[in-house]
Nanobody, 119 residues
Framework: QVQLVETGGGLVQAGDSLRLSCVASGGTASPATMGWFRQSPGKEQEFVADFMGPAGSALYADSVKDRFTISRDHAKNMVYLQISSLKVEDTAIYYC????????????WGQGTQVTVSS
């Protein structure tokens, strides 16, 4: 069973930058894919980005690809999400997710970290 723990959320102002981190533990092998989803108030959860390793292949939602950068440290079992030029509409709970193989749905989820962007 893989456990995911996110850190790095908080209250920021529009235009600021923020880096979210997620560490995976408990698995026998590093998950094939780790990524980020978010859920804004009153909206459904949406895909943000993911990173398939170890060769490294990132995928982004169209709505964030110009401002969000995902990266991964396989040695540390960590995935990061760098967010620049934050907008009020980026306010959401950001969830880290992982799946053992690329063919599976995301199986493991973190508890989420709140990002609140003020104008």
């Amino acid at each position: 069973q893989v456990q995911l723990v996110e850190t790095g959320g908080g209250l920021v102002q529009a235009g600021d930058s923020l880096r979210l981190s997620c560490v995976a533990s408990g698995g026998t092998a590093s998950p094939a894919t780790m990524g980020w989803f978010r859920q804004s108030p009153g909206k459904e959860q949406e895909f943000v980005a993911d990173f398939m390793g170890p060769a490294g292949s990132a995928l982004y939602a169209d709505s964030v690809k110009d401002r969000f950068t995902i990266s991964r440290d396989h040695a540390k079992n960590m995935v990061y999400l760098q967010i620049s030029s934050l907008k009020v509409e980026d306010t959401a709970i950001y969830y880290c997710a992982a799946r053992p193989t690329a063919a599976e749905k995301y199986r493991y989820w973190g508890q989420g970290t709140q990002v609140t962007v003020s104008s």
